[in-house]
């Protein structure tokens, strides 16, 4: 294979099995930042041999040998080891000998509560909830820095350091790896469900790179949904977020074209959509609203990915509920990216004129600075108002302000569009 060709699969590799990893040494080794140490360790040993080797059939199980081995060469090096050191490197040893089916089961059993158990250290009160956030997206999600950083607005030098002083605290702390008890975990139950739909957020639009979507990371995010479902199956906005994250993966396919171009929802064939996931979520919105009291942020969110689950065509979307639904949300989360949204669902229901003012409000807001889907929804009314060449220079900028390269040639494409209507307009 060539080596270009092992990168881009090492690299795929790698998104798909960081968090399962990281979890399974973290459960071995009871400290997260080793584990993260151990498995980029791991990485770095697939980097030299893959390109020569090809890449094996279990990368996975792969991964963890190579990162056990490392463990207790670690573990070797250290002249002065504590009891639990040296069990836990003679049960690595031991380890060492298994045959390859039983390394497959290591990485597969109770995969799914490993990873859960990994998002509870990481949400642990110990940490500052920004924080708890991104040590589980570096973890969990297997994303860098950077994109981190663009999940929040932050500068990544602010993000990289969040995460150095977590896995600092978390060390020092020695916060136990399981699940906690009843009594602990409403407190945590909402770090937990943030970080689980960020994660998901970036699986279904990418931040950077090449891909538009990463179904992986959706998937990984929808399993830990669920198993928290199950865990805690009274608390109504753990309902709302799985029904939310259901109801939004259902449009996976629909999501890119044939050559992974980007199709934006009203465009979309809605045939292709899940409509399996779309009755699962709609399910779990009627569990959480029968669980009674008001709609949380994420049930409402659920609600409004509700309404175009309903719609059978793009044409028939309920708009006024829509944003009806997203001034409930702007009451009880307002926040400028919950404005933006709320921005576009009035200009659909009332017309370009009320969106755009909603909008021309939050030109100023300076989280939304670098945020290229502000200058995209207003470059959408300016367009549907006639405004052409103020939309094709907000386009543009919207273009040079995303890291993803999927986006950025659609932009540039609406850019374009943009400026051959402007021509049509004075021919």
């Known amino acids: 294979m060539p080596a270009s060709g092992a990168h881009r699969a090492i690299d795929a590799v790698w998104r798909i099995e960081s968090p399962r990893l990281i979890a399974g040494l973290t459960r071995i080794v009871r400290d997260v930042g080793l584990a993260e140490d151990l498995a980029q360790d791991a990485l770095v040993a697939a980097l030299e041999r893959w390109p020569e080797s090809g890449v094996p059939d279990n990368p996975g199980a792969w991964l963890m040998a190579t990162a056990k081995n490392r463990a207790i060469d670690r573990l070797r090096r250290r002249t002065l080891l504590e009891r639990k050191h040296e069990e836990l490197g003679r049960e690595l040893e031991a380890q060492r000998e298994?045959?390859?089916?039983?390394?497959?089961?290591?990485?597969?059993?109770?995969?799914?509560?490993?990873?859960?158990?990994?998002?509870?250290?990481?949400?642990?009160?110990?940490?500052?909830?920004?924080?708890?956030?991104?040590?589980?997206?570096?973890?969990?999600?297997?994303?860098?820095?950077?994109?981190?950083?663009?999940a929040f607005l932050v500068p990544e030098r602010t993000v990289a350091q969040r995460i150095v002083r977590a896995k600092r605290t978390l060390s020092e702390a020695r916060v136990p790896f399981e699940v906690p008890r009843r009594a602990e975990l409403a407190a945590r139950l909402s770090s937990v469900l943030e970080v689980i739909y960020l994660v998901f957020n970036e699986g279904y639009s990418a931040t950077a790179g090449e891909d538009w979507i990463r179904p992986a990371l959706c998937e990984d995010a929808l399993r830990l949904g669920r198993i928290l479902a199950e865990l805690v199956p009274k608390e109504p906005e753990v309902h709302g977020l799985v029904a939310l994250m259901e109801i939004q993966a259902s449009r996976l396919r629909a999501r890119t074209g044939p050559l992974g171009e980007p199709v934006l929802l009203?465009?979309?064939?809605?045939?292709?959509?899940?409509?399996?996931?779309?009755?699962?979520?709609?399910?779990?919105?009627?569990?959480?609203?029968?669980?009674g009291g008001a709609l949380g942020p994420y049930a409402l969110q659920a609600a409004i990915a509700?309404?175009?689950?309903?719609?059978?065509?793009?044409?028939?979307?309920?708009?006024?509920?829509?944003?009806?639904?997203?001034?409930?949300?702007?009451?009880?989360?307002?926040?400028?990216?919950?404005?933006?949204?709320?921005?576009?669902?009035?200009?659909?229901?009332?017309?370009?004129?009320?969106?755009?003012?909603?909008?021309?409000?939050?030109?100023?807001?300076?989280?939304?600075?670098?945020?290229?889907?502000?200058?995209?929804?207003?470059?959408?009314?300016?367009?549907?108002?006639?405004?052409?060449?103020?939309?094709?220079?907000?386009?543009?900028?919207?273009?040079?302000l995303t890291r993803n390269e999927r986006e950025r040639k659609l932009l540039l494409e609406r850019a374009a569009s943009a400026g051959a209507a402007r021509v049509d307009r004075r021919s």
């Not at 497959?104 to 708890?132: E, Q």
């Not at 292709?272 to 699962?280: A, I, K, P, Q």
């Not at 502000?374 to 052409?388: D, E, H, I, Q, S």
Request: aromatic fraction near 4%.
């Open 306 to 400: 509700a309404c175009h689950a309903r719609a059978r065509t793009a044409a028939e979307t309920d708009w006024a509920r829509i944003a009806a639904l997203y001034d409930a949300l702007a009451q009880i989360a307002p926040s400028p990216v919950v404005e933006l949204n709320r921005a576009v669902a009035v200009g659909m229901a009332f017309g370009p004129e009320a969106g755009l003012e909603i909008v021309e409000a939050l030109t100023s807001e300076p989280s939304l600075e670098g945020y290229h889907l502000l200058p995209a929804v207003r470059a959408n009314f300016l367009t549907k108002l006639g405004r052409v060449e103020e939309a094709r220079a907000e386009l543009d900028r919207a273009a040079s």
């Open 266 to 291: 009203l465009d979309q064939d809605r045939s292709c959509w899940d409509h399996v996931l779309v009755r699962r979520g709609l399910a779990a919105l009627e569990r959480a609203e029968k669980l």
């Open 98 to 150: 298994v045959a390859a089916p039983d390394l497959d089961a290591s990485i597969d059993d109770d995969v799914g509560d490993d990873l859960l158990r990994l998002v509870f250290i990481a949400c642990h009160p110990v940490l500052s909830k920004d924080g708890r956030v991104a040590l589980t997206l570096r973890l969990l999600g297997g994303l860098t820095t950077e994109e981190i950083a663009r």
